[in-house]
C-alpha cells in the first residue's frame, strides 16, 4: 500500500471538485484529487451546457456573479475556450402568469445587474420568427451563454494537474477514517493507495451525501436523471440559449450547428449508467417541434442522461462541515452547477486557505437540514 501525505484530499473530480484544486494550487497548497470515473465525466460532462445567472434565486446570484468572472477568463486558466460564448439566455413566458412572474423576477434580481430585457408578444413576434406561436413575452439575458461541458469539466481538471495538483482517475474511494487529526483515504483499486491530509472536500455529486452522512451530517439528497438529444447539423437559426417559464423543455444551437436540447426525466439503469426511453424522447421531440418549428424533420443523432443530486429547497450544500474541523461540503447543485461550479471551487479553496469567503454562502449551510430538536414538554411521570 502507498501513503501520500498533502495538504488537501478531494473527493470527486467535477467541476465544483477540478477547479476547488486549480484554484487551491494557485494559493500554494498540495492537492490529491480522487475520482471514481473520468474527470467530468458525471453531471459535470453531461449537463445541457448552458451557463446562466437568470432564473437564479437571489441568494445564488453573488455565486453566479463571481461565476460569470470566471468563464470570461476561461481560456486564460484552461487553455482552451470551451466553445463558451455569450450567446445570451432567453426564458419564454407561455401564459400571462407566466409574463408576470419574469417581471416580477427581473425586479426581485435588479439590484444584480443582470441587464435583463422584458420583451412583448409583438417583440417576440419580431425578433424570433423560429419560435412557434406559443410565447406571450419573455426575458432575455444578453451576457448569459452556453458552453460544452463535455470540453470544460475535464479541462479544469487538467488545468489544475498542469499546475501540480496530483489528479487521480479511476480511483474510486474504498474508505474514509479521521484520526482526529487527518483524515485518511484509502482508494484505488484493492485499495492501493491512502491518502493523508488534514483537510478534505466533499465533491462526489450525487454521491457526495452518503460520506456526510459518515460524519454524523445526513441529508435528504436525491438523484435525478435529465433525458438530452441532439441533433445533425442544421443552418443556423437560433441565436439564443432557450428556456420556458415554469419549467419544461430548454434548448441550444452549438457553433457547429447541432441544436442540444434537454426535458423530462431519463431512466437509470443502475448506480452509475442511465439512458433515455423511447417514451420520454417522444415527448422531448414534440415539445421541441412545437417550440422551435425548424427542428420539424432534424435527424436526432444522439441521446444520453446522467445522474445528478437534488435537495429539498434545490439550493447546494457548501461550505464547511459542522461536526468535523477539516471537511468542506460542495455538492446537490441540482442540476444547476455548470455555470456556478468555478465560483464554488474557489470559495471551497477561500475556505481552506483563510478559513472565509468573500461570496456569502451561509444559505448553503450543511446545518439547514440538522434534526430539529422537540420543544414539547417532557411529560411528567404518572
Known amino acids: 500500500m502507498t501513503t501520500h501525505r498533502t495538504d488537501v484530499v478531494i473527493i470527486g473530480g467535477g467541476i465544483v471538485g477540478a477547479s476547488a484544486a486549480l484554484a487551491l494550487r494557485g494559493r500554494g497548497r498540495a492537492v490529491v484529487l480522487l475520482e471514481r470515473d473520468l474527470c467530468g465525466s458525471r453531471s459535470s460532462g453531461v449537463n445541457y ?15 453566479a456573479q463571481r461565476a460569470h468572472g470566471i468563464w470570461a477568463r476561461l481560456p486564460q486558466l484552461l487553455g482552451i475556450d470551451g466553445e463558451y460564448r455569450r450567446s445570451g439566455h432567453f426564458k419564454i413566458a407561455r401564459s400571462a402568469p407566466d409574463m408576470a412572474a419574469l417581471e416580477a423576477y427581473a425586479e426581485l434580481s435588479r439590484d444584480f445587474d443582470l441587464g435583463l430585457q422584458l420583451l412583448s408578444a409583438a417583440q417576440v413576434r419580431a425578433r424570433c420568427d423560429w419560435l412557434g406561436g406559443v410565447a406571450v413575452g419573455g426575458s432575455l439575458c444578453p451576457e448569459d451563454g452556453q458552453a460544452n461541458p463535455r470540453l ?9 494537474a498542469r499546475a501540480g495538483a496530483t489528479v487521480l482517475e479511476r480511483h474510486a474511494v474504498q474508505r474514509v477514517d479521521h484520526d482526529g487529526q487527518n483524515f ?3 482508494a484505488g483499486e484493492g485499495g492501493a493507495l491512502t491518502v493523508q491530509a488534514p483537510v478534505l472536500l466533499n465533491t462526489a455529486g450525487a454521491w457526495a451525501g452518503a460520506l456526510a452522512a459518515q460524519f454524523g451530517e445526513p441529508v435528504p439528497m436525491h ?5 438530452m438529444a441532439v441533433t445533425e447539423p442544421l443552418p443556423a437559426f437560433l441565436p439564443w440559449s432557450l428556456g420556458v417559464e415554469g419549467g419544461g423543455i430548454y434548448a441550444r444551437q452549438a457553433a457547429t450547428g447541432q441544436v442540444v ?3 423530462g426525466q431519463g431512466l437509470p439503469l443502475d448506480d452509475r449508467r442511465t439512458r433515455v426511453d423511447a417514451p420520454t424522447l417522444t415527448q422531448l421531440l414534440h415539445q421541441a417541434t412545437a417550440l422551435l418549428p425548424p427542428l420539424r424533420h432534424a435527424q436526432i443523432l444522439r441521446t444520453w442522461s446522467g445522474t445528478e443530486g437534488y435537495l429539498p429547497d434545490r439550493q447546494p450544500v457548501l461550505g464547511p462541515s459542522a461536526t468535523t474541523p477539516g471537511l468542506f461540503h460542495g455538492f446537490g447543485f441540482a442540476g444547476a452547477g455548470f455555470q456556478i461550479g468555478p465560483a464554488a471551487g474557489e ?6 486557505h483563510q ?3 468573500t461570496t456569502p454562502i451561509d444559505a448553503f449551510s450543511i446545518t439547514r437540514f ?11 411521570p404518572p
Open 184 to 186: 485518511l483515504v484509502t
Open 347 to 352: 470559495v471551497l479553496a477561500e475556505l481552506v
Open 370 to 380: 440538522a434534526p430539529v430538536a422537540s420543544t414539547c414538554p417532557t411529560p411528567a
Open 223 to 227: 438523484s435525478g436523471h435529465p433525458a
Open 261 to 263: 436540447m434537454g426535458g
Open 49 to 63: 451546457g448552458g451557463v446562466r445567472r437568470q432564473g437564479r434565486l437571489p441568494i445564488q446570484l453573488p455565486l
Open 355 to 357: 478559513g472565509r469567503s
Open 152 to 160: 470544460v469539466s475535464p479541462a479544469f481538471a487538467r488545468a489544475a
